[in-house]
């Protein structure tokens, strides 16, 4: 089988065994190829809306925020880590940290929230 361009069409080339002649016989002809080219552009948009709903879903509200930082005392270093909802709530204690009690090496981690054993986001919540 082949896609004859010119013609928008899909066909293959039989071998007649009576006559050893190849015959051109169509498949598909230009109307039917347009009807699967359209079905085949909704499924890429409906994909395209599903990824980035999935996408939104996994880094958006099914998300935590790891603020990581490192204090210091008489006894050495402790590296420390805290967990947010929010991304703005992290960075705002992490910088107090810093400022406040000298933290060093702070950073704020996104990181997906699993919900069962198999450690799975759920995505269609």
């Not at 204090?71 to 050495?76: C, Q």
């Not at 402790?78 to 705002?92: G, I």
Request: hydrophobic letters at 30%; aromatic letters at 10%; proline letters at 2%.
């Amino acid at each position: 089988m082949y896609f004859d361009e010119e013609r928008n069409e899909v066909r293959t080339e039989d071998c007649d065994f009576r006559s050893l002649t190849p015959i051109d016989r169509l498949v598909l002809n230009s109307e039917r190829v347009k009807a699967i080219e359209m079905v085949i552009d909704h499924y890429k948009e409906e994909n395209k809306k599903l990824t980035a709903d999935t996408h939104c879903q996994i880094y958006g509200r099914d998300s935590v925020y790891i603020a990581e930082y490192t204090t210091h005392d008489d006894y050495g270093s402790l590296r420390q880590q805290d967990v947010f909802a929010n991304e703005e709530d992290a960075w705002v204690f992490v910088l107090e940290q810093r400022d406040v009690e000298g933290a060093t090496d702070i950073s704020v981690k996104r990181r997906p929230v699993y919900y069962d054993k198999d450690r799975t986001v759920n995505v269609t919540a």
